[in-house]
């Protein structure tokens, strides 16, 4: 899956020379500025306090190298039409704010042109601040050179898809909408409270009944937000009710970087819900080579009562990189695999379940307790793939690229040889309709479309489903010209035959399409299943998409 780009954070910062060069010509502009309108003030303040205090602090310091200050920001002053520009369209890529160097991204911000005036004003002439207030009119005018010329414009690209079909016999409906990018739901067992675990840390409740989301845990209360850029991705919760939830982090402070990996476990209980995550297992690997560093993401118990964990590739296809502060020796021993780990233990050890797993989001059991994972290929073009896990199997990454015919070269002329005697095992032949196809000549699903969550339908589902797993797409606009572009993007049934071993082989129909973006599937009993869409629309290259999604809900008819 491409998360490189979705889960792109800040590629961390260095201390820039010219900070002292932007504060003094602040002050120099700063001098003569009359003080702004008190109201005007006071609406920005308001505004500033809901929208923008989340990520550049009450105080607008920031969090560097994550989210860039706006106290002392030429951005405010001499750039100001970048600060309209930024607030209108959203801002991507490297930038440097009073001397530091940012490359993040912050979402378009859905305001009209009096209150952009407003909380620009207020951000101008705070904390010390002093510029020139801000008007409708300049702000109407910067807007209108920017990707969505007018707010309406801006309003219409940020909504939310229609609702697909739901298939026969099905509901489909909104649960809530999400309050940041979310990446994971899990449900306590026992409990069957519903959670949500934030990209950037935080942990939500989700209220079905009331359709809304309750702050449980916030990512500043366990994580060290200004370590480096942070990225959580797997959460789950265990008979006892106590929440796990992982957390990647990218550590600069010495070279070759490194991305640090926390798993984390609630050790109390406060109004029936876990609290306190305090680290539980900590370890750390080179950093990716290049923008592949995929991390570690799904958390779940398996039969077996274990714990198992996708550690996701720090390559694309075992590639050496060239980033002198990086490691570039493709992968590591813990790197695109799956881990088992004792959750009895106290200082648990890391034991490699299988590997030559690229980056497997989801997995899951069936009711006979046979592991499936759904993962990633590489960025090319080779197929996404779906592995039956069996102990100590090779899966092929990054030597062989799911059933792929090896053409040495081509197009990864990176690929390194497989050690000798090193056996692979074949992925699951996708029979189609849906998902790609046999027609294709690939196993299991279209290249890029980027398989997600994923769930095993037992007893309690429907016929149609009941005994196949459900797996999201994310789907991608990455694709290069030849190769499909825009798949994914929905729910798929994949019915496993068994029968066919060793080269298994699945029934692939479509559920559900299109999704924005879905990237997780929770069941949540009596056949209902939650579905996480990551963000509003799917087409990125006319629209806001950088909004966080929303919860669905697909439930049979009683
Ligand atoms: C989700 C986090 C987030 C929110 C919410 C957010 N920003 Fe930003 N902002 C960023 C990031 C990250 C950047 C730098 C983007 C990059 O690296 O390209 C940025 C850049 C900026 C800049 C230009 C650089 C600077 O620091 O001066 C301004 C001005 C700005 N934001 C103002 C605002 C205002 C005003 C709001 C509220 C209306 C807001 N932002 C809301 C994350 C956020």
């Not at 994923?454 to 429907?462: E, L, R, V």
């Not at 209902?528 to 919860?551: A, M, N, Q």
């Amino acid at each position: 899956m491409e998360m490189r780009v979705d889960f792109k954070l800040a590629d961390m910062i260095r201390v820039g020379s010219s900070r002292l060069a932007g504060l003094m010509c602040l002050a120099v502009l700063g001098v003569a500025q009359a003080a702004p309108p008190a109201d005007q003030m006071a609406r920005g303040e308001k505004i500033f306090t809901e929208k923008c205090a989340l990520c550049h602090q009450p105080n607008g310091a920031g969090v560097p190298p994550v989210y860039p200050p706006l106290v002392h920001s030429e951005w405010l002053g001499t750039k100001r039409d970048g600060a309209v520009k930024a607030l209108s369209e959203g801002l991507s890529g490297p930038v440097d704010v009073a001397g530091l160097h940012f490359d993040n991204l912050m979402p378009a911000q859905i305001l009209d042109d009096q209150q952009v005036a407003d909380v620009l004003t207020y951000a101008g002439n705070s904390w010390g601040n002093e510029n020139a207030a801000f008007t409708a009119d300049e702000v109407r005018a910067g807007r209108s050179k920017s990707r969505f010329p007018t707010y309406e414009k801006l309003v219409e690209s940020a909504e939310y898809r229609p609702l697909p079909a739901a298939p026969s016999g099905f509901t489909v409906r909104e649960v809530a909408k999400s309050p940041e990018f979310l990446t994971r739901l899990a449900m306590d067992p026992v409990r069957k409270t519903i959670y949500a675990l934030a990209q950037l840390g935080s942990v939500y409740v989700l209220d079905m009944s009331a359709g809304g989301f309750v702050q449980m845990i916030k990512a500043s209360d366990y994580l060290e937000m200004d370590k480096g850029d942070l990225a959580t991705m797997g959460m789950t919760v265990d008979a006892q009710g106590r929440l796990w939830v992982v957390s990647n982090q990218k550590r600069t402070e010495s070279v070759p970087h490194q991305n640090e990996v926390v798993i984390w476990r609630s050790s109390e209980t406060v109004d029936g819900h876990p609290a306190k995550l305090q680290p539980w297992l900590r370890t750390r690997y080179p950093y990716g080579v290049g923008p592949y560093n995929h991390g570690v993401s799904h958390l779940a118990f398996g039969p077996d009562g274990m714990l198992y964990v996708n550690s996701g590739s720090r390559t694309d296809g075992g590639e050496p990189g060239n980033d002198p502060e990086r490691s570039t020796g493709g992968e590591v021993d813990i790197t695109a695999c799956l881990w088992r780990l004792d959750p009895r233990a106290e200082q648990p050890k890391i034991e490699v379940y299988a590997r030559g797993i690229r980056n497997a989001y989801g997995f899951a059991w069936d009711d006979a307790g046979d592991l499936f994972t759904f993962s990633n290929g590489p960025d090319y073009s080779a197929p996404e793939e779906m592995d039956f896990i069996q102990q100590g199997r090779h899966y092929g990454f990054p030597y062989q690229f799911a059933d792929w015919p090896v053409k040495p070269g081509f197009p990864y002329a990176h690929t390194p040889p497989p050690p000798p005697g090193l056996e692979f095992t074949p992925p699951v032949v996708n029979l189609g309709p849906a998902g790609g196809g046999s027609a294709a000549g690939l196993s299991t699903f279209d290249a890029h479309s980027s398989p997600g969550g994923s769930i095993w339908c037992g007893g309690d589902f429907p016929p149609v489903l009941r005994g196949s797993f459900l797996v999201t797409r994310f789907g991608n606009l990455l694709g290069p010209p030849a190769a499909p572009d825009d798949v994914g993007f929905d729910l798929l049934s994949v019915r496993v035959d068994k029968g066919a071993a060793p080269h298994l082989t699945a029934k692939v129909t479509t559920v559900l399409a299109p999704l924005a973006r879905p990237l997780d599937v929770l069941s949540i009993g009596r056949g209902r299943v939650l579905i996480l869409e990551y963000t509003r629309p799917i087409d990125f290259k006319s629209k806001t998409g950088w909004l966080p999604g929303r919860v669905l809900e697909l439930a049979p008819i009683q």
